[in-house]
């Protein structure tokens, strides 16, 4: 079993940048599949990133803005989101799962962090 820990969100302007960082407890953070999602008001949970091991997907709303990465070593998952945007406002989320497939897909992961808040102001 693993713990998720979220950090790093904050309120931003447009076109702006902030990293989020997720520390994980627990064993084999390596052998986690490591993702992030995020929700905004009223609107359902909704993928983001996702870094199965040495591959990486991303939503089309965040190409090319976004970068996940991780530091195995830390047990920590990055999200390096840049030239942020008012539809970024969310509660970001980080999840992991052992199992592979299925990536964008909410009820594919089963273990969830608490969240943090990310705003963007225009």
């Known amino acids: 079993q693993v713990q998720l820990v979220e950090s790093g969100g904050g309120l931003v302007q447009v076109g702006g940048s902030l990293r989020l960082s997720c520390a994980a407890s627990g064993r084999a953070f390596s052998s986690y599949v490591m993702a992030w999602f995020r929700q905004a008001p009223g609107k359902e949970r909704e993928f983001v990133a996702a870094?199965?091991?040495?591959?990486?997907y991303y939503a089309d709303s965040v190409k090319g803005r976004f970068t996940i990465s991780r530091d195995n070593a830390k047990n920590t998952v990055y999200l390096q989101m840049n030239s942020l945007k008012p539809e970024d406002t969310a509660v970001y989320y980080c999840?992991?799962?052992?199992?592979?497939?299925?990536?964008?897909?909410?009820?594919?992961?089963?273990?969830w962090g608490q969240g943090t808040q990310v705003t963007v102001s225009s």
């Open positions: 870094m199965p091991w040495s591959s990486i």
């Open positions: 999840a992991a799962s052992q199992r592979a497939g299925n990536y964008y897909r909410v009820p594919a992961y089963p273990y």
